[in-house]
């Protein structure tokens, strides 16, 4: 069974820095692709970041580029997203999903739908 437990999320004011976690059982992070999402109240979900470990392809949404880092550490089997100089607008709900195979994934990692594995979504509140 494909289970992936998202944590890391807090609250933090403007300019802080987080460090969210996807640890993943049921599956070998270096096989998939692996994404963030987030939802804010009242808004849709949308694609963070994405990687694809066993070709180090990394994908971000343009209003994190410079700031988030993904990562994964294929020996813990877990992914990482570092979130400095956090904005208020990064509220929402983070939320970490995989698929594969990545590279076909990855044509598509802002879709919601490319993803069959979701994992809980972890609170981001940052203050202004």
């Known amino acids: 069974e494909v289970q992936l437990q998202a944590s890391g999320g807090g609250l933090v004011q403007a300019g802080g820095s987080l460090r969210l976690s996807c640890a993943a059982s049921g599956l070998n992070v270096d096989d998939y692709a692996i994404a963030w999402f987030r939802q804010a109240p009242g808004k849709e979900r949308e694609g963070v970041s994405a990687?694809?470990?066993?070709?180090?392809?990394?994908y971000y949404l343009d209003s994190v580029k410079g700031r988030f880092t993904i990562s994964a550490d294929n020996a813990k089997n877990t992914v990482y997203l570092q979130m400095n100089n956090l904005k208020p607008e990064d509220t929402a709900v983070y939320y970490c999903a995989a698929d594969s195979p990545p590279l076909a994934i990855l044509s598509s990692w802002t879709r919601e739908s490319a993803f069959d594995y979701w994992g809980q979504g972890t609170q981001v509140t940052v203050s202004s």
């Open positions: 990687i694809s470990s066993s070709d180090g392809s990394k």
